[in-house]
T-cell receptor
Framework: GNSVTQMEGPVTLSEEAFLTINCTYT??????LFWYVQYPGEGLQLLLK?????DKGSNKGFEATYRKETTSFHLEKGSVQVSDSAVYFC????????????FGTGTRLTVIP | KAGVTQTPRYLIKTRGQQVTLSCSPI?????VSWYQQTPGQGLQFLFE???????NKGNFPGRFSGRQFSNSRSEMNVSTLELGDSALYLC?????????????????FGPGTRLTVT
């Protein structure tokens, strides 16, 4: 089956600190991988994606590399800002399936000045 | 382009009642997916509609149903509400075109409908 396991958190960092949120997956076939972000009171926004092994997704200073050998897609940012405070979700979609995403449990990030 | 819109944004219902939620996808998008978000279960896929047909279904009881209209707008219905149905219901749209050769599509989420069952 398909599943995503991510670091539970919450994670609290000081501004300009380095961020890593771990995400590993189990999937049949060759999934596409995503990171979504949810700001307070809002829906989900796609942060970045990778569709095949060794692809690196990046956006707004965030990066994640699709590692097939370790079935991982860890999210990183070199220097977080207060505005990055949100809940981050790792997700996968099946290669042969339709648009059903499998989500991790989410990691709440709080960045303090 | 306007984003995904969901109505209503907030809803309070009583156990045993039924409810209908609405989702208008981004113009030109033909696929609409629904998700339930709860603190205990996280984000779970309900179903997806494409060109008025249910294309995929998650593991939810038959009380949860949906449909899609010719303009791609979608509704989901929950009958005989239970307390455990209290959740944020998110709708997502994507182009989802068949035969394009792509195997995954970006999904754009709406702000959600917060349903409270008392």
């Amino acid at each position: 089956g398909n599943s995503v396991t991510q670091m539970e958190g919450p994670v609290t960092l000081s501004e300009e600190a380095f961020l890593t949120i771990n995400c590993t997956y189990t999937a049949t076939g060759y999934p596409s991988l995503f990171w979504y972000v949810q700001y307070p009171g809002e829906g989900l926004q796609l942060l970045l994606k990778a569709t095949k092994a060794d692809d690196k997704g990046s956006n707004k200073g965030f990066e994640a590399t699709y590692r097939k050998e370790t079935t991982s897609f860890h999210l990183e940012k070199g220097s977080v800002q207060v505005s990055d405070s949100a809940v981050y979700f790792c997700a996968l979609s099946e290669r042969t399936g339709a648009n059903n995403l499998f989500f991790g449990t989410g990691t709440r990030l709080t960045v303090i000045p | 382009k306007a984003g995904v819109t969901q109505t209503p944004r907030y809803l309070i219902k009583t156990r045993g009642q039924q409810v209908t939620l609405s989702c208008s996808p981004i113009s030109g998008h033909r696929s609409v997916s629904w998700y339930q978000q709860t603190p205990g279960q996280g984000l779970q896929f309900l179903f997806e509609y494409f060109s008025e047909t249910q294309r995929n279904k998650g593991n939810f009881p038959g009380r949860f149903s949906g449909r899609q209209f010719s303009n791609s707008r979608s509704e989901m219905n929950v009958s005989t509400l239970e307390l455990g149905d209290s959740a944020l219901y998110l709708c997502a749209s994507s182009s989802g075109s068949l035969g394009s050769g792509r195997t995954s599509y970006e999904q754009y989420f709406g702000p959600g409908t917060r349903l409270t069952v008392t």
